[in-house]
């Protein structure tokens, strides 16, 4: 891992809007103050909290979702340098082979910036509509990884798993990376442990390094070494938002407890226009690199 804590801007999925020029201003600015990577979040569909007594969901179908590997690929040729973040695509509710592919070809379009966040997810409604089953979504994650890391450094590969056959067949054109990080989102001990035994890094949504944050660090950490794998082979992500206060101070905290990444929310702050989340990340990066 970089010495250098790196800094991330949190594309702002369901405010940014669907003007292309918007979206190529946005990453074109992010890129320029310095910023190390866009991290994007995934929703396929949104439910309809009326039919749904009780809904608890985050999002609706009223919240819009750019698809991130379809955004990825549009934001590799309008961007040079910055990196490609998704936080996180939903892997269990998609095809597995259908995953490795579209993140190979971001990552050879790109020239090897991806950064595959990958989670399990909370909304069965996605589920139900993909065709995927809700149940088992977090063992069948880890044979997904298994199999897109054999694909992603592998011309050829064959596969007998519980999930997924493959029979001597390949992608082509290979990643850039082989193989692509894979950094995992979510808190449940189960995910702690996947991360130590196999993940490149944890995606955290804590809007602040508290207590439940340090505690999930130390224990991704004493799991690695359970799992004999070096602590600081695993990348720590936190998040903070313009609305937490002092931004210098944020990425420090985060620091103080390990993160190797810091990424900043503008969304949900009362920013009116594609231009407000521009200023604000601009405002952002001056506070922090102080």
């Known amino acids: 891992m970089t010495d250098r804590i790196q800094l991330g801007a ?7 809007g669907s003007d292309p020029a918007a979206i190529r201003d946005y990453a074109q600015a992010a890129e320029t103050l310095g910023y190390d990577y866009i991290l994007a979040f995934d929703h396929v569909l949104g439910a309809n909290p009326a039919s749904r007594p009780g809904w608890k969901g985050v999002y609706s179908h009223a919240d819009p979702f750019h698809e991130p590997f379809t955004l990825f690929g549009y934001l590799a040729a309008v961007t040079q340098n910055i990196g490609l973040a998704t936080g996180v695509i939903i892997l269990p509710q998609r095809q597995t082979v ?3 592919k579209q993140a190979a070809e971001v990552d050879v379009l790109s020239g090897g910036r991806l950064r595959l966040g ?3 997810g909370w909304n069965a409604v996605e589920y139900e509509a993909l065709g995927e089953s809700f149940g088992n979504r977090g063992a069948r994650s880890e044979e997904q990884i298994e199999l897109m890391r054999k694909l992603w450094t592998n011309e050829l590969v064959t596969h007998r798993g519980r999930w997924h056959t493959i029979t001597d067949a390949g992608l082509n054109p290979l990643p850039a990376q082989r193989p692509i990080p894979v950094w995992l989102g979510g808190s449940d001990d189960r995910v ?3 991360i130590a035994r196999i993940g490149d890094g944890w995606i955290s949504n804590l809007r602040q390094p508290d207590h439940t944050a340090q505690r999930i660090i130390a224990d991704i950490h004493r799991h690695a070494d359970d799992a004999g794998r070096p602590a600081d082979a695993i990348g720590i992500e936190g998040w903070t938002s313009i ?11 985060w620091a103080d407890v390990g993160a190797t990444h810091v990424s900043v929310n503008t969304m949900r702050a009362g920013l009116d226009s594609p231009q407000d989340h521009i200023d604000a ?3 952002f990066m001056e506070a922090a690199a102080q």
């Open 10 to 16: 949190i594309f702002p999925q369901t405010e940014i």
């Open 98 to 100: 259908l995953v490795a």
């Open 118 to 120: 990958i989670g399990i």
């Open 192 to 194: 702690l442990r996947r």
């Open 243 to 253: 609305r937490g206060g002092d931004p210098s101070q944020a990425v420090r905290a």
């Open 281 to 283: 990340i601009r405002r």
